[in-house]
């Protein structure tokens, strides 16, 4: 079992940058590979990036392509996701998940997730 939670959602003007973590407790001598997703106010969830249990691939959305940077550190179990020139569009609430998977990506199959942070960026 895996516990997430995430951190460091707040309030932005557009052009700002905000950086997000995700906490890993429970059974953390098992490395999952981990994701951030992202939902809009009336939209579904969806996926932002993702990076695998070595942090040496990584996914993202093209939307956020250049933009967001993920990444870990597996001795403090940690994830972060560094979100740059932030847009309106950004705004929502920002998930952490994991999984046991190779690649990691919108289809990858998630077994566990955080409760969310919220973001908003103000135009």
């Known amino acids: 079992q895996l516990q997430l939670v995430e951190s460091g959602g707040g309030l932005m003007e557009a052009g700002g940058s905000l950086t997000l973590s995700c906490a890993v407790s429970?059974?953390?001598?098992?490395?999952?590979?981990m994701a951030w997703f992202h939902r809009s106010p009336g939209k579904d969830r969806e996926f932002v990036a993702g990076?695998?249990?070595?942090?040496?691939?990584?996914w993202y959305a093209d939307s956020v392509k250049g933009r967001f940077t993920i990444s870990r550190d597996n001795a403090k179990n940690t994830v972060h996701l560094q979100m740059n020139s932030l847009k309106p569009d950004d705004t929502g609430v920002y998930y952490c998940?994991?999984?046991?998977?190779?690649?990691?990506?919108?289809?990858?199959?998630?077994?566990?997730w955080g409760q969310g942070t919220q973001v908003t960026v103000s135009s």
């Open positions: 429970g059974r953390t001598s098992i490395l999952y590979a």
């Open positions: 990076i695998t249990e070595s942090g040496e691939n990584t």
């Open positions: 998940a994991a999984a046991k998977a190779v690649v990691v990506d919108a289809r990858t199959r998630y077994d566990y």
